[in-house]
């Protein structure tokens, strides 16, 4: 039905910056809200930032300031720049979006496979 697709994770050193994208394809009629979540071990997944379709965005109180989450409409597309990393920004890193299908219905929550990303002391 809908796909998200990740990218972007990898190793950096604290201080540095990582961009990951998500794409959402397949039966969409409309996103509601995009965002992301992340995983550390042995942790609870938890929210990094969300972005309704109107652009009004939410962050998570340990990124604010330093995550800035965007997305592009027309492409179903949602990016995360990560800037000033920090090694408790290590996880696997969620793309999840609100999807509604058909013009009238319910809407659905989608997750992507995840991407690491590990920041180095």
């Known amino acids: 039905q809908v796909q998200l697709v990740e990218s972007g994770g990898g190793l950096v050193q604290a201080g540095g910056s990582l961009r990951l994208s998500c794409a959402a394809s397949?039966?969409?009629?409309?996103?509601?809200?995009m965002g992301w979540y992340r995983q550390a071990p042995g942790k609870q997944r938890e929210l990094v930032t969300t972005?309704?379709?109107?652009?009004?965005?939410n962050y998570g109180d340990s990124v604010k300031g330093r995550f800035t989450i965007s997305r592009d409409n027309a492409k179903n597309t949602v990016y995360l720049e990560m800037n000033n990393l920090k090694p408790e920004d290590t996880a696997v890193y969620y793309c999840?979006?609100?999807?509604?299908?058909?013009?009238?219905?319910?809407?659905?929550?989608?997750w992507g496979q995840g991407t690491q990303v590990t920041v180095s002391s």
């Open positions: 999840h979006s609100i999807v509604r299908l058909g013009i009238s219905g319910p809407e659905y929550r989608y």
């Open positions: 972005i309704s379709s109107g652009g009004s965005t």
């Open positions: 397949g039966r969409i009629f409309s996103i509601n809200l």
